[in-house]
């Protein structure tokens, strides 16, 4: 199943494909039709959703159980748990998504990935996660480490997925990419939207993810909007239970010089009521240099030089 809207000779699709086939046998015939699939998607809107993916729904239910907890937690214990961009608590406003817009209507709480032997001075993006003392760790901690490492093994398939659609690449870089990567889950808070025609106040500003790719687990609230380049219309993606919302980020684009593609998406709440959300980031290893796969001109970057721009760009 797939929302398709058609441009002339071109067409934006955003799918929902089973991976089930491909978990089961990626050599398949079965397999390579979902890697077609998956690559229309990434070049034509840069999102799809995903079912059959593996990962428990009861881990996915006791992720969005963490979410809850904390940010019922009073502000100033909320506030208290803060820390550099990227780790902890964050609140409402912290983030500018979009140029020309209010600050961001959404709370938040980066977890990064647990590093053995890890002590100061941190590399940026690679800081202690920072824990709150108020939930019990089997409550949050546990679950949500458990979740990111559930999450970041499903990433590193899809980005083997997003490898065999391109054909006409050199994808041998994934490898160093996926290698002790900056990867984070965030929980996000979206409180009802203001009963206002303020059409600066926004959820997330319109924007494009710093990264490779990003799993975006919804609950059912809608709110997520995908921008048409094509119509210039800003499309819903509705939330489907237990699913997946995956999309390109800035760093794929760069690596295949703009054929699978980095879309625009924002986020307006609604839906009336509170909408949490949590996506996971792939942003890969720091070291990681980008530049075009298929040895055209285009600007060499490391992972850790792209994620501090866009971070000093978004977080003022």
Known sequence: MAITYGNGQSAFTIPTVDLT????????SEAENIVAQIRAACTTSGFFQITGHGIRE?????????????????????????????R?????????????????????????????GNKPPFRPFQEANIWPNQIPELEFKQPLLEYHRALSDLSFQLMQ???????????????????????????LHYPPHPKSDDTTLVGAGAHTDFGAITLLLQDG??????????????????PQEHAYVVNV?????????????????????????????????????????????????????TVEEHMLSRYAASYK
Not at 74 to 82: A, T
Not at 177 to 187: E, K, N, Q, T
């Open 21 to 28: 086939a491909y978990l089961n046998d990626p050599d398949s």
């Open 58 to 86: 009861s881990l996915q239910e006791r992720a969005f159980a963490a979410a809850k907890a904390l940010f019922r937690l009073p502000e100033e214990e909320k506030r208290g748990l803060g820390g550099k961009p990227g």
């Open 88 to 116: 902890g608590y964050e609140i409402i406003g912290t983030q500018t998504l979009e140029d020309g817009k209010k600050p961001d209507l959404k709370e938040g709480y980066f977890v990064g990935r647990e590093i053995p």
């Open 161 to 187: 997925i997003l490898a065999r659609g391109l054909n006409n690449f050199d994808t041998s870089v994934f490898k160093d990419f996926c290698r002790d990567p900056i990867a984070a889950i965030r929980l």
């Open 221 to 238: 609230h809608s709110g997520l909007q995908v921008l048409n380049q094509f119509t210039k219309e800003w499309i819903d993606v509705p």
């Open 249 to 301: 980020g800035d760093m794929l684009e760069a690596w295949t010089s703009g054929t699978y593609k980095s879309n625009i998406h924002r986020v307006i709440n609604t839906s009336g009521t509170d909408r949490y959300s949590i996506p996971f980031f792939l942003d890969g290893n720091a070291d990681c240099i980008i530049k075009p796969l298929d040895g055209s001109q285009g600007k060499a970057f």
